[in-house]
């Protein structure tokens, strides 16, 4: 099922727009935000009010504050964005269960989000779960990936993120629900935007903001090994899932070419850390690529690095998407590799794709929007993704260069 609700204009006619450099309230440190009422004489329990405008209210826009008087909310808006989100298509699968946001920021970036319903089952309650992207575009370039081919735009600033945050809280509000869950599985590397996606967690954990206990908040890294160390330095600050795909340095250095960089064993060795100082179980996922990375003796190779850790597999049926000449492995070999794995004690799931014909793997709508690539293109992509992935299943390393700013 496909349910435009607000859409946005097709391809190509987007205004090309600057960056609107006003401060998203959602970004604010509320000590900000008082300071910046008291250097203009007015009480600082407006800053209270305005926060809670922001994140308990349905206010879409400054406009529906009504409790601010006008000229309030006119200096507020000159000096800050209510909302850094411009329009959101959204659109429905899997009978209304996954809803896929492509949102457009000020300067027509496009960036997606995906909210899952799961209905309450057993003694389990209904959850809520959104996925959320911290970059526009991906540097890292994971053939797999469609946000990977898009290539890398821009950071997300801090309200950006949040932004994604607050629409889905404000339609699951509508019928009186509530998130119960955020993972940081949409566009981009969290791990190359830290910074921002730290205080973007803080403001989801802080009570007095949108007030998510940090266990229900998942960060997923393509094994940036100092981004792990800070984090494991800071202390527990959410789950931390690492997409590894491969347990052996020439295949992971196809997969996931920021392997080159940080190869497998030393990210494998910067979660365990983490996991160690943290108390905190790491989650391995791995996309499941039919007869690139899931065989017997890739499955043997993934038991023999995890061995004796206290973590958790997630094999991936991979997500078609445009341009590779990949597939998902069949079921039976995904349940065959999963089975090897608890036999050598790794605890082991199996997570069904939602939402796929909608391209729940984020980056696909964007990339849809973006146009197609020319026939040229596609055909060059397509052949260095054979040639590059044939060279590491013969066990060559690869040569090619990282892209630019990744892994400085
Ligand atoms: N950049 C981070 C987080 C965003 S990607 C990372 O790579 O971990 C989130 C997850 O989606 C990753 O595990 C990634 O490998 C997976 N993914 C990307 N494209 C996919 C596809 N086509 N099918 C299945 N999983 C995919
Ligand atoms: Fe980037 Fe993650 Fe996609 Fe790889 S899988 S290109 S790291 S978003």
Redesign the pocket.
């Known amino acids: 099922m496909t349910l435009p609700i607000l859409p946005l204009a097709p391809a190509g006619q987007a205004p090309a727009r600057g960056r609107d450099s006003r401060p998203g309230l959602a970004g604010l440190e509320p000590s900000d935000l008082t300071a910046w009422f008291v250097a203009r004489d007015l009480p600082g329990w407006r800053a209270r009010q305005v926060l809670d405008a922001v994140w308990r209210s349905a206010a879409a826009s400054i406009d529906d504050v009504p409790t601010l008087p006008a000229a309030l909310r006119r200096a507020i808006d000159d000096a800050f964005r209510f909302d850094t989100v411009r329009d959101t298509e959204i659109r429905l699968s899997d009978g209304g269960l996954t809803e896929k946001a492509l949102h457009r920021l000020s300067d027509g970036a496009l960036v997606e989000s995906v909210l899952m319903h799961y209905p309450a089952r057993g003694r389990q309650r209904e959850r809520h779960t959104l996925?959320i992207?911290?970059?526009a575009g991906?540097a890292?370039g994971?053939p797999?990936?469609?946000?990977?081919e898009l290539g890398f735009t821009r950071d997300l600033e801090t309200a950006e993120i949040l932004d994604q945050v607050r629409h889905a809280a404000r339609r699951l509000a509508i019928d009186g629900r509530r998130l119960t869950n955020v993972?940081?599985?949409?566009?981009?590397?969290?791990?190359l935007n830290l910074d921002n996606v730290l205080a973007a967690v803080a403001a989801l954990a802080d009570p007095t903001r949108f007030g998510l206990g940090a266990r229900h908040v998942t960060?997923?890294?393509?094994?940036v090994v100092p981004g792990i160390e800070r984090l494991t330095a800071l202390g527990p600050q959410f789950t931390l899932?690492?997409?590894l795909?491969a347990a052996r340095d020439p295949l992971r250095d196809a997969l996931?070419p920021l392997n080159r960089r940080w190869p497998v064993a030393d990210v494998v060795r910067a979660a365990r850390e983490h996991a160690r100082v943290t108390g905190r179980r790491i989650t391995y996922?791995?996309?499941?690529?039919g007869g690139i990375n899931d065989t017997d003796d890739d499955a043997a190779a993934l038991a023999t690095l995890l061995a004796g850790d206290h973590a958790h597999v997630?094999l991936?049926?991979?997500?078609?998407?445009a341009h590779?000449p990949w597939q998902?492995s069949p079921m039976p070999v995904i349940e065959r590799f999963a089975a090897r794995l608890r036999a050598s004690g790794i605890s082991t799931t199996i997570r069904r794709?939602r939402g796929q014909e909608i391209g729940a793997?984020?980056?696909?709508l964007a990339a849809e929007r973006a146009g197609e690539p020319t026939a040229p293109t596609v055909a060059r992509r397509r052949e260095r993704i054979v040639r590059e992935s044939a060279a590491a299943l013969r066990g060559e390393r690869s040569r090619e260069p990282l892209a630019s700013g990744v892994g400085d």
């Open positions: 996925c992207s911290s970059q991906c890292v994971c797999f990936c469609a946000t990977g993972v940081f599985m949409g566009m981009g590397e969290p791990l960060v997923s890294t393509s094994g899932a690492v997409s795909h996931v996922e791995v996309t499941m690529i997630n991936i049926p991979m997500n078609p998407v590779t998902a794709n793997a984020c980056g696909q």
